[in-house]
C-alpha cells in the first residue's frame, strides 16, 4: 500500500449511450485533472467510475467496497459532471431516466456505510447547484471549480481546521451552509496523463471502443479555460471563470503526442470555445496538430467547441487538413435583435456564412451521408416573430428541408448559479419515484426546464409547445415529412386501380428521366435498390398500358415480412405514377394552385417547394384549417375540383404535411398580414 494520503474519486454522472440521440461512452476527465492536482501535494488518487456499473447486480457495491478496504481512504470525491441530460426530452414522459443525483445519493449512502472518511462533491455540475445538492445530498464538504486551493489545504480540510480561508470549499456550520469565495486557477502547467491514468482508461473503453473512431469521442486534453462573455443560456463564465486562461501549448501537445504514442488518434481539446479572440489559438494548434501528422499519420483527428466566427480560405483548409473535426455550438435564432438580446458574440451574417462552410465541408467529407442540425429554438429570447424571422433566413439560405434530421431545444435548463427567479407555471420539473430527504419539491437538481413564457402562451401550454415543436422537426425544418410520404399508401387509399387507370390513360405518359428522379426522392435515406425497382415496374406498367395485373403490384403489394421489399418498390413505383399523373393534368393541378394562392407554381416544382412556403401560403389565403376545408367543400360541390385536380389537392395536403392550426399562423406569416390579401406587399412564396 501507497504511504501517500490516499483519495478515492467516484463518479456517478456518465450519461452512457441510449436509444434516444446520445453520444458514446466518455472517459470522466476529471479523473485526470483532479489526480494530477492531488499528486501536486502527495496525495494519491484512485478512481472509479460506478455509472458504467449500474444495473449489473451488486457490481459497484463489490468494486467500491474493494477500493475502500485496499486503499483505506482519508477522504472520498465524488465528482458530479451533470445533473441531468440537459435535454428535456429525456424526461418528457414524466420519468427520471437519467438519475445522476439519485445514483449519487445512493453511492454515499453505501460509502457512509464501509468507511468514515468524509465525502466531497466537486465537478461542473455540482459547481452549477452547490447549495440544492449540498442540502439534498448531505456530503461532509463540497468544492465549487478547481480544487487546487483545497488540495493545498487538505491537510486542514481534515482536521476541520480554518475552514473559512480555503477557496471554493463548501462546508457546514452547524446546521449552515457556508460557501467560500470563488478563485479560479490556470490549467495544469505540466502534463497530466501518465501510464497509470492511461491503464485506467484502457479498462474503461477496452480496444474495441478506444480504438474505433466512430464508438469514441477522443481523449480530452486541456487547452483554455474560461470564457469573457455571457450568452444568457450558457454558465460556463460562472463556473469556469471569466477570463480566458490558456494552457502552455507546448504542456498540451506533450499530453496529446503521449497519447497518440500509445496509438490514441482522437482528442478532444476542452475549452469553453477555441476562437474565443480572433483565430490566432485555433490556428497554432492547427499547425501543431498538423506537424504531429507527419509523425504519426494523418488518422490524428480533433475536436473542439468553436464559436461560428470569421474565417479566410486559407484559414480554413489550415484547419481541415490539421484533422480538425469541428463541434459548432447550438445555434439560438437567426433572427438579428434575438441574437443581440441573447449576448452572443457573433452576428447573424457570421452564424449564416459559417453554417454554409460547414455544410460544405460535410457534403465534401461524406457527399452521401445523412445530414443533422440542431437548433435551440425553444430559448426564451424566442417568439413566433423571431422563428419566423429564423425560418425566413434558412429558407434564403436553401436551409429548409436540406437536413434529414433536425433536433430542435425546447426548453431551457435552470441552473441555481444563474441566480434567476422563473414563473412556476413555466417550469416542467420532474421528480424522482422515491422522493425521500428531498424536501421543498421545488429541487432544481432533478430535470427542471423553463419552458419559453411567449410560446406557451401563444400555443397553449407546455404540451402544446413540444407538440409545435415537433411539428417543426419533421415538417418545416427537415425533410422528415416529405421523405416518409408514404405514396403508395396514399394511391391506394384515394383511388382504386382502375380509377387510375382511366385517369391515366387519358393524359399522361409514364416517360421520366434522372433529374425527375432527383425531384421525387431524397436518395441520401431511399434504398437505390427500391428505386431502381420502381423504374423497372414503371415500364412494365407503360409497356402494358397499366395492365391489371401490374398495376396490382402497386395497388396490393405483399405486406409480408419476407416482401418488404415489395412494399418499398410500390411505394416508390407510386411516387413516379404521381409525378407523371399530375404532370400529365398539368393545366388542371395549376389551376388548383392558383386558387388555393400560388401563382406561377408549376405542379412539378410544388415537390420542391418548401413546406414552410406551403404553410406560409395557405396562412395567408385561408388563416386555418377551417377556411381552408369550407373553401375545398364549395369547389367539391361545384364540380370545380374532381378526378386528377382534387387528387392532386389532396396530395399538397399530405405531402407537405399541413396544419393549419390558427395559433400557427404567426410563426409563418406577419400577424397584420391580413388573409386573401397582402397589405405588406410581402408575397409569402419565395422559390
Ligand atoms: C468537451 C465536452 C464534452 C465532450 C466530451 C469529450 C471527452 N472526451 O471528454 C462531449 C461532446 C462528448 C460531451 C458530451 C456531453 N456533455 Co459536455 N462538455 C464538454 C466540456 C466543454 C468540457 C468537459 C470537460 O471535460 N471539462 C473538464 C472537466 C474536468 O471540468 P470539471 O468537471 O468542471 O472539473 C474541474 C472541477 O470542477 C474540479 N472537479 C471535478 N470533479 C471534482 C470532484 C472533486 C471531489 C473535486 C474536489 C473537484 C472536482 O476539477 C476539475 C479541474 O478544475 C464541458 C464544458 C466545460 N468547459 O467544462 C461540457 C459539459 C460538461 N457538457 C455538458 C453536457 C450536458 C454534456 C452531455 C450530457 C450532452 C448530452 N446530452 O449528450 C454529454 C454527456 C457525456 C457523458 N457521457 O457524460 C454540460 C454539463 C452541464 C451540467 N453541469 O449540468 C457542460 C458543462 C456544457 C454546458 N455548458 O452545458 N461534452
Ligand atoms: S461564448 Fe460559449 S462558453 Fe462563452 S458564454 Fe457563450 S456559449 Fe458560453
Known amino acids: 500500500m501507497s504511504l501517500q494520503p490516499s ?194 482508461i484502457q479498462r474503461f473503453y477496452g480496444a474495441h471502443r478506444l480504438y474505433s473512431p466512430q464508438q469514441f469521442m477522443g481523449l480530452p486534453v486541456e487547452l483554455s479555460r474560461g470564457c469573457p462573455y455571457a450568452c444568457s443560456f450558457c454558465i460556463e463564465p460562472l463556473v469556469k471563470g471569466r477570463q480566458e486562461r490558456v494552457r502552455d501549448l507546448d504542456v498540451v501537445m506533450e499530453d496529446v503526442e503521449f497519447l497518440a504514442r500509445q496509438g490514441i488518434a482522437k482528442f478532444w481539446l476542452i475549452c469553453s470555445e477555441i476562437n474565443l479572440h480572433k483565430s490566432d489559438l485555433i490556428l497554432n494548434v492547427a499547425e501543431r496538430m498538423s506537424r504531429l501528422r507527419e509523425k504519426y499519420g494523418t488518422h490524428l483527428t480533433w475536436n473542439a467547441y468553436l464559436l461560428p466566427r470569421e474565417y479566410s480560405r486559407e484559414e480554413i483548409m489550415t484547419v481541415v487538413n490539421s484533422g480538425f473535426l469541428g463541434a459548432g455550438n447550438d445555434y439560438v435564432s437567426m433572427d438579428p435583435a434575438t441574437m443581440k438580446a441573447s449576448r452572443l458574440p457573433y452576428n447573424h451574417k457570421q452564424s449564416m456564412r459559417w453554417l454554409e462552410t460547414y455544410n460544405m465541408a460535410g457534403a465534401m467529407l461524406s457527399p452521401g451521408g445523412i445530414r443533422d442540425w440542431s437548433i435551440f429554438l425553444g430559448h426564451e429570447g424566442n417568439g413566433p416573430g423571431s422563428i419566423r424571422t429564423t425560418l425566413e433566413t434558412l429558407l434564403r439560405m436553401n436551409l429548409l428541408e436540406y437536413y434529414d434530421k433536425v433536433l430542435t431545444i425546447n426548453a431551457t435548463r435552470v441552473f441555481d448559479i444563474h441566480q434567476r427567479e422563473y414563473e412556476e407555471q413555466y417550469l416542467y420539473r420532474v421528480l424522482p419515484d422515491d422522493k425521500d430527504g428531498i424536501g421543498p419539491l421545488n429541487i432544481n437538481a432533478f430535470p427542471t426546464y423553463y419552458y419559453n413564457k411567449s410560446l406557451v402562451d401563444a400555443l397553449g401550454g407546455i404540451d402544446k409547445v413540444e407538440a409545435f415543436f415537433r411539428f417543426l422537426q419533421c415538417t418545416i425544418l427537415s425533410n422528415q415529412t416529405k421523405t416518409r410520404f408514404d405514396a403508395g399508401r396514399f394511391l391506394r387509399e384515394a383511388l382504386s386501380a382502375s380509377e387510375f387507370r382511366s385517369l391515366f390513360l387519358e393524359h399522361c405518359s409514364l416517360s421520366l428521366d434522372e433529374a425527375d428522379l432527383d425531384l421525387i426522392f431524397n436518395r441520401r435515406v431511399v434504398d437505390p435498390r427500391a428505386i431502381e425497382a420502381a423504374r423497372e415496374l414503371c415500364e412494365q406498367l407503360s409497356r402494358s398500358r397499366l395492365a391489371d395485373l401490374t398495376l396490382r403490384q402497386v395497388w396490393r403489394p405483399s405486406f409480408a415480412e419476407h416482401d418488404r421489399f415489395q412494399v418499398e418498390t410500390a411505394r416508390a413505383a407510386s411516387r413516379i405514377l404521381l409525378l407523371c399523373l399530375f404532370s400529365g393534368w398539368q393545366e388542371q393541378c395549376t389551376r388548383v394552385l392558383e386558387e388555393i394562392g400560388f401563382k406561377g407554381l408549376t405542379a412539378k416544382a410544388l415537390w420542391t417547394t418548401p413546406s414552410f412556403v406551403v404553410h406560409q401560403t395557405l396562412f395567408q389565403r385561408f388563416g386555418s384549417q377551417a377556411t381552408l376545408e369550407e373553401f375545398q367543400t364549395e369547389q367539391v360541390r361545384l364540380g370545380a375540383w374532381e378526378g386528377t385536380p382534387f387528387l392532386f389537392y389532396r396530395f399538397l395536403l399530405a405531402f407537405n404535411g399541413i396544419v393549419l392550426k390558427p395559433e400557427y399562423r404567426p410563426f409563418f406569416v406577419h400577424p397584420d398580414a391580413c388573409e386573401s390579401g397582402d397589405p405588406q406587399g410581402e408575397p409569402a412564396m419565395r422559390f
Open 7 to 200: 483519495f478515492l474519486l467516484f463518479n456517478a454522472s456518465n450519461l452512457l449511450p441510449g436509444p434516444g440521440p446520445s453520444v458514446p461512452l466518455v472517459y470522466p476527465y476529471a479523473f485526470v485533472q483532479v489526480r494530477e492536482i492531488a499528486d501536486r501535494y502527495g496525495i494519491s488518487v484512485k478512481s472509479l467510475d460506478v455509472s458504467v456499473l449500474e444495473g449489473a447486480d451488486l457490481t459497484w457495491q463489490r468494486l467500491v467496497k474493494t477500493l475502500v478496504v485496499e486503499n483505506e481512504p482519508v477522504a472520498i470525491g465524488i465528482t458530479i459532471r451533470q445533473v441531468d441530460s440537459l435535454n428535456v426530452f429525456d424526461s418528457l414522459d414524466g420519468k427520471v431516466r437519467f438519475d445522476p443525483i439519485g445514483f449519487t445519493k445512493r453511492l454515499m449512502k453505501f460509502l457512509r456505510a464501509q468507511t468514515a472518511a468524509p465525502i466531497i462533491l466537486g465537478g461542473f455540475g455540482f459547481t452549477a447547484m452547490a447549495q440544492q445538492l449540498f442540502t439534498f445530498l448531505r456530503p461532509d464538504y463540497g468544492v465549487c471549480g478547481d480544487p487546487d486551493g483545497f488540495f493545498a489545504a487538505f491537510p486542514h480540510v481534515l482536521e476541520g481546521r480554518d475552514l473559512s480561508r480555503v477557496p471554493n470549499l463548501v462546508h457546514w456550520s452547524g446546521d449552515k451552509i457556508i460557501t467560500n469565495p470563488r478563485q479560479h486557477y490556470a490549467p495544469a502547467s505540466r502534463p497530466e496523463y501518465t501510464t497509470a491514468i492511461f491503464e485506467d
